[in-house]
């Protein structure tokens, strides 16, 4: 498949699940009377939400450029997250709600489609350059990030968007431990996806 095409299709799948939750997150923050601005600080809060919006952004880079971005640098850190993002949900978070209808279709698309298409994408179009193994860890700055924001932002407004970061439940270490551990699977899938690259070459 044209490396282009292949990028516009990931990047276009990422922007229908972004905008299909974003209306979601704004109708119900609405029924709930807490507003517009509620319902975009309540949608900014996943891991989720913004892996996928990097993927759509990194995506959309490489649909516009003529190599088909297959060697952007944050490509990458990107798959290796939303991939982390369909795993973390199958395996950890699947039986917590059963959702219908659109929200049905949102989830699908978050946690299973998205992560399975730009998985594809790496696979099937893999970089050309050299992964050195010291990249997974520039790439750790991802779930870094998050970690460190989702923390400070709990801390300020108590919510904790995952149960397996709800510090007034877990206490602090416990939730410390739970973020090095998935930082561990995140270091895991990123040298997966290297060595998959490496086989291929």
Partial sequence: MNARIAA??????????????????LRLSMANGNGIVHGVWMYLAYFTVLTNLL??????N??????GGRDLRW????????????????????GLADPEGLDWLSNLLLHYIVPLAALAWWLALPPRRHIAATEPWRWLQWPL???VYA????????????????????????????????GVAFLAIAWLLRALTRLRA
């Fill in 62 to 67: 490489a649909a516009r450029r003529p190599d």
């Fill in 151 to 182: 923390l400070i932002r709990g801390a300020i407004t108590g919510f904790y968007p995952y149960p397996f970061i709800d510090v007034p439940a877990l206490g602090i270490t416990r939730t410390l431990i739970h973020c090095a551990g998935l």
């Fill in 75 to 94: 490509r990458g850190g990107a798959v290796s997250a939303i991939v982390l993002v369909g795993l973390g949900y199958f395996l950890l978070l699947r």
């Fill in 8 to 25: 516009a299709i990931v990047a276009a799948l990422a922007w229908m699940a972004l905008l299909l939750q974003l209306f979601l997150s």
């Fill in 55 to 60: 993927v759509a952004v990194v995506a959309t």
């Fill in 145 to 147: 990030l998050y970690a």
